[in-house]
């Protein structure tokens, strides 16, 4: 037996073999991971001599892959996801057949056979001979999990025992992928039938290629010395070809690299950068891997900065990565781990050519603090493109914490900052008792050394509030931990239409159903699950400006405007009028917690300007019955069957029984039949704003000034929707579909033509055995332009009072125990039934007076900015009383001007002055000039969140300074100079500045 030594151990260094050793001697995952592993490659080389190897891999060769989206073509079920039940549905080789775990029907067969280019069957794509390859290849060289593949196992056994076997079979996997590798063209479900349109190679869509590739390099840089490396590629022997193991292998590193043929367009040839999403920083993850176990120098150089770049600009002050969606965050966190780790290894030995990754603050609240901070009763927040969060039950989600345990070992191990290694030491000591089960799933679990646990740190879930102030994410959380998440961010990549949408959490379960996205581009996601109207939102003018193909409307961010924190009461309001246009759009979200452990919501939801607003609500992703209470059906309007035919003004063709959208969705998230017109995919409907897919409609008149709806779930909830309706709302309910149309939703629209629009409803969650119910919602006279107030019976004897208005007024209520004066925009009371002041708030109010009781509030005073340290990202304001909840701060230009919201480490006021240091830091983003003439700045760093950076400041480091007039395109900036900057200087983006205004929240 001899000692594996790595080429350079870019990945895993020489001592991570001795790392692992120490795992497995210390821990029971690490000894059960180790020997799971040695079953599993031993199992392998018996099952698989390396001849069979190559017959089976090269029988790919000229044959399609699939991950077989279109389902089965008997039953027309989709195939199941799990990898389980996906394991037991393929044949062994030499069998390319699968058997459909549905109708057990098994193909290809006689009457559909496939030669391994598949075939067309009922105007549909199928592919089973594709899927086989795609699991077969998958499982040996690593796939669309992110999972590792055979290869990358036999590797690690190879690497902790020396023994040649296992480096001698990997390297004949290697070996014979490389030689069909060049010239695939990836799955073949995304294109038509029989395109030859590059997607990616063997299985591998586009991005994923990259994913692996960096496995592939790992494995190549410890098997680098194998003996057979120089002799002739028996794969390519076999398919006539000359070159040795080694040239093959390397032939495969170096194809389809700096670019992506079927993903988003990007080149990283001179260190380009173009966009910064995830698809071009795992093409630099892999540019890193190939250019250090190739000695690929400029490979090397520029992904170096282009890290340095990533971290700066796709992820922003508040530690969140641009794309819209937090899934993407995740998944993302993963990819730029590997990216410093790589940059680190690559810079090594260099002079100081980019700050070091894991220094990065920013980075380091990006992959371990936000995850822990953004979690919804456990549950990852599920806004955006990703999976349906159906999970019920408050744990918190075992995935993101193993993960966020993974990242939080790399900063442990390579960050040169003590203090960061602290915390990092910290989060491991409270993860790890509750993820120690999962760890030994990646090499790196095994390869890095896990510290003993010296303190005793315990995990809890994150109570209050969390608001990242610049990708405009608020989450509520009350006494009984139900949840609200509001979003007023601008609109990126994987966002959905979902501006001021609620994502309502109780009892572990997303009330609010977000439908979420499974496939790019399909007709569910284009065309209805992203849309507004999908979301517990207020649709404007029926989004009658959205063009073909657009997913959502171009938004650069609202505001958050206020925040309020008691045991009694969390609200928060936002406004976002820029969405549309408008002199008002905004909502404020409160959240009542019970005494049975339920809690009530409350919504106020106020536009000014529109022609038509849609208030749309839906509940529960199970099954689900509404009713309404308080209304009288109208007369059924012809052309009224989905909601695009309301109005009556377009006879549109899918607007009759049977041919709506929502009837018509099925597998693979496309239409069934696809009529006339209707593409498959990357198509929308004329209007493009998902009213098509709500069908069944029926119209009501209210009958009462409180309408309930009430949502009877299957699984035992209960949610009744309150609303306070004016005489001429239009109360419309509907069935929408799930993304495969596999089930139907009810959904209910209050439709308003009024100029000015003022929604109020109480939304109250229950469980069958929940005793308290709210009651008798009754509106109250006021005094006072454009206010609302109710009052509201629930339980126990308790009568809560509420009044909201848009603007600071006073407001004049009248109740039954006499006027209740609020000064300012929202207050609330709490009396019982002889009217007996038991709580209240002063939501956003300078004080409130109630029978003769006076009940001061908070002032919101402005403070000029005196001073700034960039360096403490601290800044300095007249002394004053500091709030004791001093968790935000807004910064703003003037005191008129929209401002920008900051997370506050620490805060304190002396004689002299106060001073407020944030924990966000102070650069929204930063580059390197390319040129700047006539007012147009060109820098190298591409800006993903330019869209929001209108009149932000341009800070060089050598003495340039503008203000930006406008992001024109990713890497172009029209500024007005202040002072003239230089070719090759870096400069920073900030929202701060002394003579700002800053202001609590
Ligand atoms: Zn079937
Ligand atoms: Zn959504």
């Given at each position: 037996?001899?000692?594996?030594?790595p080429?350079?151990?870019?990945?895993?260094?020489?001592?991570s073999?001795?790392a692992a050793?120490?795992n497995?001697?210390?821990y029971?995952?690490?000894?059960?991971?180790f020997e799971k592993l040695q079953?599993?490659c031993?199992?392998f080389l018996?099952?698989?001599p390396?001849?069979?190897?190559?017959?089976?891999?090269?029988s790919?060769?000229?044959?399609?892959?699939a991950?077989g989206?279109?389902?089965?073509?008997?039953?027309?079920k989709s195939?199941p996801?799990s990898?389980?039940?996906q394991?037991?549905?393929?044949a062994?080789?030499?069998?390319?057949?699968?058997?459909?775990?549905?109708?057990?029907?098994?193909?290809?067969?006689?009457?559909?056979?496939d030669?391994?280019?598949?075939?067309?069957h009922?105007?549909?794509?199928?592919?089973?001979?594709g899927?086989?390859?795609?699991h077969t290849?998958?499982?040996l060289l690593?796939?669309?999990?992110?999972h590792?593949?055979m290869?990358?196992?036999l590797?690690?056994m190879y690497m902790?025992?020396?023994?040649?076997k296992?480096?001698?079979?990997?390297?004949?996997?290697l070996?014979?992928?490389?030689?069909?590798?060049?010239?695939t063209?990836?799955?073949?479900?995304?294109t038509?039938?029989d395109?030859?349109?590059?997607?990616g190679?063997?299985h591998l869509?586009?991005?994923?290629?990259y994913?692996?590739?960096v496995?592939?390099a790992?494995?190549?840089d410890w098997l680098?010395h194998?003996?057979d490396?120089?002799?002739?590629?028996?794969?390519l022997v076999?398919?006539?070809?000359?070159g040795?193991i080694?040239?093959?292998?390397?032939r495969?590193l170096h194809?389809?690299m700096?670019?992506?043929p079927?993903g988003?367009?990007?080149?990283?040839?001179?260190?380009?950068?173009?966009?910064l999403?995830?698809h071009e920083?795992?093409?630099?993850?892999?540019m890193?891997?190939?250019g250090l176990?190739?000695?690929k120098?400029?490979?090397c150089d520029?992904?170096?900065r282009?890290?340095?770049?990533?971290?700066?600009?796709?992820?922003?002050?508040?530690?969140?990565?641009?794309e819209?969606?937090?899934?993407?965050s995740m998944?993302?966190i993963?990819v730029?781990?590997?990216?410093a780790?790589?940059?680190?290894?690559?810079a090594?030995?260099?002079p100081?050519s980019?700050?070091?990754?894991f220094?990065n603050?920013?980075?380091?609240?990006?992959?371990v603090?936000n995850?822990?901070?953004m979690?919804?009763?456990?549950?990852?927040p599920?806004?955006g493109?990703?999976?349906a969060d159906?999970i019920c039950?408050?744990k918190p989600?075992?995935k993101?914490l193993?993960?966020t345990y993974?990242?939080?070992l790399h900063?442990?191990?390579?960050?040169p900052?003590?203090?960061?290694?602290?915390?990092?030491?910290?989060?491991l000591?409270?993860?790890?008792?509750l993820i120690?089960?999962q760890?030994?799933?990646?090499?790196?679990?095994?390869l890095?050394?896990?510290?003993s646990r010296t303190?005793?740190h315990s995990?809890?879930?994150?109570?209050?509030v969390?608001?990242?102030?610049?990708?405009?994410?608020g989450?509520?959380r009350d006494?009984?931990?139900t949840t609200?998440?509001?979003?007023?961010?601008?609109n990126?990549?994987?966002?959905?239409?979902?501006?001021?949408?609620?994502?309502?959490?109780a009892?572990?379960?997303?009330i609010?159903?977000?439908l979420?996205?499974g496939i790019y581009?399909?007709n569910?996601?284009?065309?209805?699950?992203?849309?507004?109207?999908?979301?517990?939102a207020v649709?404007?003018?029926e989004?009658?400006n959205?063009?073909?193909?657009?997913l959502?409307k171009?938004?650069a961010?609202?505001e958050f405007?206020f925040?309020?924190?008691?045991p009694?009461v969390?609200?928060?309001e936002?406004?976002a009028p820029?969405?549309?246009?408008?002199?008002a759009?905004q909502?404020?979200?409160a959240?009542?917690?019970?005494?049975d452990?339920s809690?009530?919501?409350?919504?106020?939801f106020y536009?000014r300007?529109a022609?038509?607003c849609?208030y749309?609500f839906?509940?529960?992703?199970?099954k689900?019955?509404l009713?309404?209470?308080?209304v009288r059906?109208t007369?059924?309007?012809?052309?009224?069957?989905?909601?695009a035919g309301v109005e009556?003004?377009?006879?549109?063709?899918?607007?009759?029984p049977?041919?709506?959208?929502?009837?018509?969705?099925?597998t693979?998230?496309?239409f069934?039949p696809?009529?006339k017109?209707?593409?498959?995919?990357y198509?929308?409907?004329?209007?493009?704003?998902?009213y098509?897919?709500i069908y069944?409609?029926?119209?009501?008149?209210?009958?009462?000034?409180?309408?309930?709806a009430r949502?009877?779930?299957?699984?035992g909830?209960?949610?009744?929707?309150?609303?306070?309706?004016?005489?001429d709302?239009?109360?419309?309910t509907?069935?929408?579909?799930n993304?495969?149309?596999?089930?139907?939703h009810p959904?209910?629209?209050?439709r308003?033509?009024r100029h000015?629009?003022?929604?109020?409803a109480l939304?109250?969650?229950?469980?069958k055995?929940?005793s308290l119910?709210v009651?008798?919602l009754?509106?109250?006279?006021?005094?006072?332009?454009?206010?609302?107030?109710?009052?509201?019976?629930?339980?126990?004897?308790?009568i809560?009072f509420w009044?909201?208005s848009?603007?600071?007024?006073?407001?004049?209520?009248?109740?039954r125990?006499?006027?209740?004066?609020?000064e300012?925009?929202c207050?609330f009371v709490?009396t019982?039934?002889?009217?007996?002041i038991?709580?209240?708030a002063?939501i956003?109010a300078?004080?409130?007076?109630?029978?003769?009781i006076k009940?001061?509030?908070?002032k919101?005073?402005w403070?000029?900015?005196?001073?700034i340290d960039?360096?403490?990202?601290?800044?300095r304001l007249d002394p004053?009383?500091?709030p004791?909840?001093?968790?935000f701060?807004?910064i703003?230009?003037s005191?008129?001007?929209?401002a920008?919201?900051?997370?506050v480490?620490?805060?304190?006021?002396?004689?002299?002055?106060a001073?407020?240091?944030?924990?966000?830091?102070?650069?929204?983003s930063?580059?390197?000039?390319?040129?700047c003439e006539?007012g147009?700045?060109r820098t190298?760093?591409p800006?993903?969140?330019?869209?929001?950076?209108?009149?932000?400041?341009?800070r060089?480091?050598?003495?340039g300074?503008?203000?930006?007039?406008?992001?024109?395109?990713?890497?172009?900036i029209?500024?007005r100079?202040l002072a003239?900057f230089?070719q090759?200087?870096a400069f920073?983006?900030t929202?701060?500045?002394?003579?700002?205004?800053?202001?609590?929240?």
């Amino acid at each position: 037996m001899e000692t594996p030594v790595p080429k350079l151990g870019f990945y895993f260094p020489q001592d991570s073999v001795a790392a692992a050793w120490l795992n497995i001697e210390t821990y029971e995952w690490a000894k059960h991971r180790f020997e799971k592993l040695q079953r599993i490659c031993n199992t392998f080389l018996a099952q698989y001599p390396d001849e069979k190897i190559y017959q089976c891999i090269l029988s790919m060769h000229s044959q399609t892959f699939a991950y077989g989206i279109s389902g089965c073509p008997y039953c027309r079920k989709s195939f199941p996801y799990s990898q389980e039940i996906q394991n037991r549905m393929f044949a062994p080789f030499p069998n390319k057949q699968l058997t459909c775990p549905n109708c057990s029907r098994t193909m290809p067969d006689e009457k559909l056979s496939d030669e391994g280019q598949g075939f067309m069957h009922d105007g549909m794509a199928y592919y089973p001979v594709g899927m086989w390859n795609f699991h077969t290849a998958g499982w040996l060289l690593g796939g669309v999990r992110d999972h590792e593949g055979m290869v990358t196992k036999l590797t690690y056994m190879y690497m902790l025992t020396g023994e040649q076997k296992y480096a001698c079979t990997a390297t004949a996997i290697l070996d014979a992928f490389a030689a069909i590798y060049p010239g695939t063209l990836g799955p073949r479900d995304f294109t038509p039938f029989d395109s030859k349109a590059e997607m990616g190679r063997l299985h591998l869509l586009t991005s994923i290629v990259y994913r692996i590739k960096v496995f592939l390099a790992q494995n190549y840089d410890w098997l680098y010395h194998f003996e057979d490396m120089e002799t002739p590629s028996p794969a390519l022997v076999l398919m006539g070809e000359p070159g040795t193991i080694r040239d093959n292998i390397e032939r495969m590193l170096h194809d389809y690299m700096l670019t992506e043929p079927g993903g988003p367009v990007y080149n990283l040839a001179d260190g380009n950068l173009t966009e910064l999403h995830n698809h071009e920083a795992d093409g630099v993850r892999a540019m890193l891997a190939v250019g250090l176990v190739t000695d690929k120098k400029e490979y090397c150089d520029w992904g170096i900065r282009a890290t340095d770049a990533f971290l700066s600009n796709a992820v922003g002050r508040d530690g969140m990565y641009f794309e819209g969606s937090y899934g993407y965050s995740m998944f993302t966190i993963t990819v730029f781990l590997d990216m410093a780790l790589l940059s680190m290894r690559a810079a090594s030995g260099e002079p100081q050519s980019a700050p070091h990754p894991f220094a990065n603050e920013r980075f380091f609240r990006f992959a371990v603090q936000n995850p822990m901070e953004m979690l919804c009763q456990g549950h990852l927040p599920c806004y955006g493109d990703w999976g349906a969060d159906r999970i019920c039950g408050q744990k918190p989600d075992i995935k993101a914490l193993t993960d966020t345990y993974r990242a939080a070992l790399h900063f442990y191990h390579f960050s040169p900052e003590i203090n960061i290694r602290k915390e990092a030491s910290n989060w491991l000591d409270r993860l790890y008792p509750l993820i120690c089960g999962q760890l030994g799933d990646k090499g790196m679990d095994l390869l890095l050394q896990h510290p003993s646990r010296t303190q005793s740190h315990s995990f809890s879930l994150p109570t209050g509030v969390t608001i990242a102030g610049q990708a405009g994410i608020g989450i509520l959380r009350d006494a009984n931990e139900t949840t609200a998440l509001m979003r007023i961010g601008a609109n990126h990549t994987h966002a959905h239409d979902d501006v001021l949408g609620l994502n309502y959490y109780a009892y572990g379960k997303e009330i609010s159903a977000d439908l979420g996205y499974g496939i790019y581009g399909s007709n569910s996601h284009f065309g209805w699950a992203a849309k507004s109207i999908a979301h517990n939102a207020v649709v404007v003018n029926e989004d009658n400006n959205m063009k073909k193909g657009q997913l959502y409307k171009s938004f650069a961010g609202g505001e958050f405007t206020f925040l309020y924190r008691s045991p009694t009461v969390t609200a928060y309001e936002g406004q976002a009028p820029a969405l549309y246009g408008l002199d008002a759009y905004q909502r404020m979200i409160a959240l009542v917690p019970l005494p049975d452990r339920s809690s009530y919501l409350i919504d106020f939801f106020y536009i000014r300007g529109a022609r038509t607003c849609d208030y749309s609500f839906r509940a529960f992703h199970e099954k689900s019955a509404l009713t309404l209470e308080g209304v009288r059906k109208t007369e059924k309007v012809k052309d009224s069957w989905t909601l695009a035919g309301v109005e009556g003004e377009a006879r549109f063709y899918f607007n009759q029984p049977g041919k709506s959208f929502g009837e018509r969705l099925t597998t693979g998230e496309t239409f069934s039949p696809l009529l006339k017109g209707e593409k498959a995919q990357y198509w929308t409907p004329v209007p493009n704003n998902g009213y098509g897919f709500i069908y069944d409609i029926c119209e009501y008149k209210p009958q009462l000034a409180c309408v309930k709806a009430r949502w009877q779930s299957t699984e035992g909830y209960e949610l009744i929707w309150h609303g306070l309706l004016d005489a001429d709302d239009r109360v419309i309910t509907g069935q929408c579909p799930n993304l495969e149309g596999t089930e139907h939703h009810p959904l209910l629209v209050i439709r308003s033509h009024r100029h000015v629009k003022q929604y109020a409803a109480l939304v109250h969650t229950t469980k069958k055995q929940n005793s308290l119910r709210v009651t008798h919602l009754q509106r109250l006279p006021v005094r006072g332009g454009e206010t609302i107030a109710f009052s509201a019976e629930v339980g126990d004897g308790q009568i809560d009072f509420w009044a909201y208005s848009p603007t600071e007024q006073t407001m004049l209520i009248r109740t039954r125990f006499g006027e209740w004066r609020v000064e300012g925009r929202c207050g609330f009371v709490r009396t019982d039934q002889t009217g007996k002041i038991l709580t209240h708030a002063c939501i956003h109010a300078t004080s409130m007076t109630f029978q003769g009781i006076k009940m001061p509030g908070k002032k919101s005073i402005w403070f000029p900015i005196k001073a700034i340290d960039h360096k403490k990202r601290a800044i300095r304001l007249d002394p004053h009383l500091i709030p004791d909840d001093a968790d935000f701060i807004r910064i703003a230009p003037s005191t008129d001007a929209p401002a920008a919201l900051y997370a506050v480490k620490e805060a304190y006021s002396r004689k002299d002055s106060a001073t407020v240091m944030l924990r966000d830091s102070f650069s929204l983003s930063k580059g390197i000039v390319a040129s700047c003439e006539k007012g147009m700045l060109r820098t190298q760093y591409p800006l993903p969140l330019g869209a929001a950076f209108q009149g932000k400041l341009i800070r060089g480091e050598r003495g340039g300074r503008g203000l930006v007039e406008e992001v024109s395109d990713l890497k172009s900036i029209r500024i007005r100079v202040l002072a003239p900057f230089s070719q090759g200087e870096a400069f920073d983006i900030t929202d701060i500045e002394e003579g700002y205004w800053a202001q609590w929240l």
